[in-house]
């Protein structure tokens, strides 16, 4: 079964930083493309970025070039999003989810960590 | 800055047939977008329902379809249920990056 737990979210004050975790189970992490989303509160979902199987390619939305910075450990498991410079539209809960090994399609979501950045 | 575009709500009765589209700003939406769908109920992580166009994954119910309706992306249900109450977003890509619409409240009443 496909398991995707995220973790590290929190309060956090404009300017600051944190460090989210995926932990992957269940499938061959090292084979799939990954994403993070994010849901601000009592709104849609919008797609922040995604790394490649081997992490040599990444892309991400306009809004959080420069700020945020996607990474993994194909060794650990782990998926990873860095957030520096945060500020009060960064408030979302961030998903995890698997994306393909191959086509274009993203298949599963984890439950999702709350960030909340506020003074 | 690219704009998907969904309806905002819409209202079905149970076991009535439904269609929710997904327009982009950049044109016509094609297969090269490869539109995937998803259904998110309250509280709750979303869930996948078609990729590619037309494809289900292994645990979407059969009522559910996906496909091209003029320019557009479309996902139809057919034999509507009180659980598909729900906000469903559909995903498009754009060569390296992907965005939602910002999604469609459906109601079952």
């Known amino acids: 079964e496909v398991q995707l737990v995220e973790s590290g979210g929190g309060l956090v004050q404009p300017g600051g930083s944190l460090r989210l975790s995926c932990a992957a189970s269940g499938f061959t992490f090292s084979s799939y493309w990954m994403h993070w989303v994010r849901q601000a509160p009592g709104k849609g979902l919008v797609w922040v970025s995604r790394i490649k199987t081997d992490g040599s390619s990444t892309n991400y939305v306009d809004s959080v070039k420069g700020r945020f910075t996607i990474s993994r450990d194909n060794t650990k498991n782990t998926l990873y999003l860095q957030l520096n410079s945060l500020n009060t539209e960064d408030t979302a809960v961030y998903y995890c989810a698997r994306g393909a090994s191959s086509g274009y399609v993203i298949s599963h979501w984890g439950q999702g960590t709350l960030v909340t950045v506020s003074s | 800055q690219t704009v998907v575009t969904q309806e905002p709500s819409l209202t079905v009765s149970p076991g009535g047939t439904v269609t929710l589209t997904c327009a982009s700003s950049?044109?016509?939406?094609?297969?090269?977008?490869?539109p995937n769908w998803f259904q998110q109920k309250p509280g709750q992580a979303p869930r996948a329902l078609i990729y590619?166009?037309?494809n289900k994954h292994s645990w979407t119910p059969a009522r559910f379809s996906g496909s091209l309706l003029g320019d557009k992306g479309a996902l139809t249900l057919s034999g509507v249920q009180p659980e598909d109450e729900a906000d469903y977003y559909c995903l498009l890509y754009y060569g390296g990056t992907w965005v939602f619409g910002g999604g469609t409240k459906l109601t079952v009443l």
């Open positions: 590619s166009t037309v």
């Open positions: 950049t044109g016509a939406v094609t297969s090269g977008n490869y």
